[in-house]
């Protein structure tokens, strides 16, 4: 440890004498002393008066720092009558007043705990441990000095975070939480109240300064940030209070106000924050534990406006209460008496002194030494520390009786053998655990550091000056617990304050520059992204939809040539109803040429290419029911296959029929001369040579391009779910079929000519230009919505349209009126045999109003 080890004795003597002129001539009021030695004295540093606005020491006697004196009083007195714990030694006490005062504090400790007189025989120094100080600022002075001369402190009261570093405070200890668990619980109040941008006044000593550093770094992990900090100086100063805290002037209404300042700073603060603040009686101030103290309470309530503050748990002790309600002058300690009878004289408004010797005390009331005052101390109790000064009152003890058992067993005569080390002392001290005198488990861990929790105030100002209302709101043991039953209050102080509104619909927070991180404005997310987290848009990419509400990235659902809702009707369902009729009138036709099959009409129509034709017509009727599946290989094979065979398969029979009447009625042939390929199966044989021409051009497309399903993003919220096939392809596939056309149109042209009565020739024709016609139209459509649009949706539907009606064309060109006759007007038909010349030539004429077939 730091002490005999490293001090050799020049070096003793120099710190000594260093620290001696630094503060024995320093000119102060003299302190308050206490002295009741004992075999083993404890030291005690106690703010005994209180001080004005100015810092200055008054002859005002501080209840609270009385009370904590009579609390030690009170464990001493105990831990003597208790033959448990160091029996047959007397522990004394000797404690001074700091008076909120670093110097003086300093001061009086190496006055009176090491270089004063040494009356027992047990310890180096006057005190073998301290007591105190209460204030931290004070305890980071003392604790580096005593930790010189090895005495170790435990505080009831000095909770700045910077004491935890026991490197450079190695002896010091404290029965009070660090202010560490109070940043942590103030924060949690903060995010409950939703309170996210607040202003922070704090003083600059090691309580403020440390305090406000830990509530920043809290308060950050929870969102919360500071729009203003305010350090203010410990020693009051009113120019520098009003230049400091001018800065608040433009507060608006419901903001917060966080302090962390010392109880002698937030007097004058308030004051002048009432008189520079607009609306300062609905700023919502909350303030640390330094704010609940007893006389700040009866002062701040002539503030006239509400305020959140925190306090430590205080434990009931019953026999300290009992204690204090049973003092009067008389049972007290003589060594004590002088600053009682003036702890009397204030709270009874009497004096001790002669009125008669003293004009001044000539009308005050003479004061009754055996009236007990304590009950006026009482109704404070909980407003203090006292408890924790009983506990470090018991953990010296504890820890001496241990240190003195080891080496005087019999606590007997110890004087002789044993002198108390401090740091041995200090050893026995960390890590002890033992039952308080209220029942609890006190527990120091290896840094000298205790658990603890808080309770939450609401302090409402009374109707008469002095007056308040305290309402405990909630508490703090590890997490946040909110009183239920003060729900109305805190509906009254749960107005929010932030910088920023939270950023809603699709929209992500943009620093503000120059301001606190709680600033922000919101930024649209672009189209087609989702807002992942307050700062970050995510794109959700092709085959995504941005869902605003939800956030979410959706699948978008593809779109194909179907009956799904979203494709438009006009689109799907003509194509549809055009297919169904074709199929039942296709099927009609084909039902009365096979019942007829003997009519003579439908035996001069060629029955076998007939059927050929019908078999192409049907397979173009399939092509739209086709194209409303959902596209895979097989569907786009399939509608690759019957957009253009079909055609052909209806093409070829009619060129074959056109052909061999263009050869009936040439002028040139002799009519005694059969023509080649007339008889049926040639025709027939013929016929399926041609067609496999375009069977072989598909294949081959096919190998070069197989179809298959494709996603075709068509926009950024559309996709289309669509067959591979290119346009090239199509076009490539009706090569053939345009060559057909053009055949079967110049045939039909040729027979223009041929007997009126010749009903097939004259619809041929009309079927053919009526064909072309259509085949020109449709492929100017499709052409402009290939090269203007990437909607191949409607491309579909285009193809779907020519199909089926080119099939619908031909049906009814080639077997409407053929099929009417069979059924209505069979007695027109009248029936001659065929002759055949010996070239098998058939041969047809037409006269008057009958159709003869020779």
């Known amino acids: 440890m730091l002490g005999n080890r490293y001090l050799q004795p020049w070096i003793y003597q120099f710190w000594l004498s260093l620290i001696s002129s630094r503060v024995i001539h320093v000119t102060t009021t003299p302190a308050i002393d206490v002295d009741n030695p004992g075999n083993l004295t404890l030291g005690g540093l106690f703010v005994l008066t209180e001080i004005n606005e100015k810092s200055k020491c008054l002859d005002t006697i501080s209840l609270d720092g009385l009370r904590s004196l009579l609390a030690m009083q009170f464990a001493v007195e105990r831990i003597n009558y208790d033959d448990t714990i160091l029996p047959n030694i007397t522990l004394g006490i000797k404690a001074v007043d700091t008076c909120f005062s670093r110097v003086p504090a300093l001061e009086y400790t190496l ?67 660090s ?63 009003r230049e400091k805290i001018g800065q608040l002037a433009n507060l608006n209404k419901n903001d917060v106000i966080a ?64 204690y204090l309600g049973s003092l009067s002058v008389q049972n007290i300690n003589s060594n004590m008496a002088a600053l009682i009878k003036l702890s009397y004289e204030q709270i009874m408004n009497c004096t001790f002194k002669n009125g008669t010797m003293n004009s001044e005390f000539k009308n005050m009331q003479r004061c009754n030494s055996s009236q007990t005052f304590g009950t006026a101390l009482s109704p404070g109790y909980s407003f203090y520390v006292s408890d924790r000064v009983i506990d470090a009152v018991y953990v010296f003890a504890r820890g001496l009786h241990q240190v003195l058992k080891a080496t005087c067993p019999s606590l007997s005569n110890c004087e002789q053998t044993t002198k108390i080390s401090g740091s041995l002392l200090l050893d026995t001290i960390r890590n002890s655990s033992f039952p308080s005198v209220d029942g609890r488990r006190v527990d120091i861990d290896s840094e000298g550091e205790v658990k603890g929790g808080y309770t939450f105030h609401f302090v409402i100002p009374g109707n008469k000056i002095g007056t308040w209302q305290n309402i405990n709101i909630g508490s703090w043991l590890g997490r946040l617990k909110m009183n239920s039953s003060s729900i109305s209050v805190l509906k009254s102080i749960s107005v929010k304050t932030q910088c920023s509104e939270p950023c809603k619909d699709n929209k992500i927070k943009q620093r503000i520059p120059e301001k606190p991180v709680c600033c922000w404005t919101c930024v649209e997310c672009p189209a087609g992204s989702i807002a992942i987290n307050e700062t970050t848009c995510y794109a959700c990419g092709q085959g995504y939809l941005a869902n605003e509400q939800t956030r979410k990235c959706i699948k978008i659902q593809k779109l194909f040539y179907s009956l799904d809702k979203r494709i438009s009707k006009l689109l799907v369902i003509p194509p549809l109803v055009l297919s169904v009729l074709g199929i039942v009138c296709l099927l009609f036709t084909l039902c009365i040429f096979i019942k007829f099959n003997a009519n003579p009409l439908v035996k001069a129509s060629g029955r076998e290419l007939c059927f050929l034709l019908l078999t192409g017509l049907l397979l173009s009727f399939l092509f739209p029911v086709v194209c409303i599946c ?21 093409l070829v029979p009619i060129a074959m029929k056109t052909n061999r009447v263009v050869r009936i009625f040439d002028p040139t042939r002799r009519i005694t001369d059969q023509p080649s390929f007339a008889r049926p ?31 075709v993003y068509f926009s950024s919220t559309e996709v289309h779910l669509v067959c591979s096939t290119t346009q090239t392809q199509i076009l490539f596939a009706h090569v053939y079929n345009l060559i057909l056309i053009i055949i079967c149109t110049y045939y039909g042209f040729r027979v223009r000519n041929t007997p009126s009565k010749f009903n097939e020739v004259k619809c041929i024709a009309f079927a053919m230009y009526t064909s072309c016609v259509m085949i020109v139209s449709f492929f100017v459509v499709f052409v402009v919505a290939a090269t203007g649009s990437s909607n191949e949706i409607l491309q579909q539907a285009i193809q779907s349209y020519r199909v089926v009606l080119l099939a619908m ?10 099929v009417y006759i069979v059924l209505f007007q069979r007695e027109r038909i009248k029936t001659h045999q065929f002759s055949f010349n010996e070239e098998s030539t058939a041969v047809c004429n037409s006269q008057a109003d009958e159709v003869n077939v020779r």
Not at 635 to 648: E, G, H, N
Request: aromatic share 12%; proline share 5%.
């Open 259 to 322: 302090l962390f300042c010392i109880g002698a700073a937030i007097m004058p603060m308030l004051n002048i924050m009432a008189g520079m603040i607009k609306n300062f009686d609905q700023i919502q101030l909350f303030g640390s534990e330094a704010m609940g103290n007893s006389w700040l309470l009866d002062n701040i309530a002539q503030i006239k406006t509400g305020f959140v503050y925190t306090r430590l748990i205080s434990n009931h002790i019953p026999d300290y209460q009992n």
């Open 179 to 241: 202010d560490l668990s109070q940043a942590q619980a103030m924060v949690e109040l903060l995010q409950y109240f939703n309170w996210t941008y607040v202003s922070a006044v704090y003083t600059d000593d090691s309580y403020g300064v440390h305090g406000i550093k830990l509530l920043k770094s809290e308060a950050k992990k929870r969102g919360i940030c500071f729009a203003t900090e305010i350090q203010l100086p410990v020693i009051y100063n009113e120019a520098t209070y």
């Open 681 to 711: 199966l040639p025709q027939i044989i013929l016929s399926i040579l041609l067609i496999s021409i375009q069977i072989v051009l598909l294949l081959a497309l096919v190998i070069m391009q197989f179809p298959k399903e494709k996603i």
């Open 809 to 818: 064309v031909i049906l009814f060109c080639f077997f409407a009126l053929k």
């Open 111 to 177: 006055k009176h705990f090491v270089l004063g007189k040494h009356k027992g025989k047990l310890s180096q120094y006057p005190i073998v441990g301290l007591i105190g100080p209460a204030l931290s600022y004070e305890a980071v002075y003392i604790s580096k000095v005593l930790g010189v001369f090895e005495i170790p402190i435990i505080s009831y009261s000095a909770s700045s975070y910077e004491l935890n570093d026991k490197t450079h405070y190695p002896y010091f200890s404290r029965t009070i939480p």
């Open 630 to 650: 959902s596209p895979s290989c097989f569907k786009c094979l399939s509608q690759f296959i019957l957009d253009s065979l079909p055609l052909t398969i209806s």
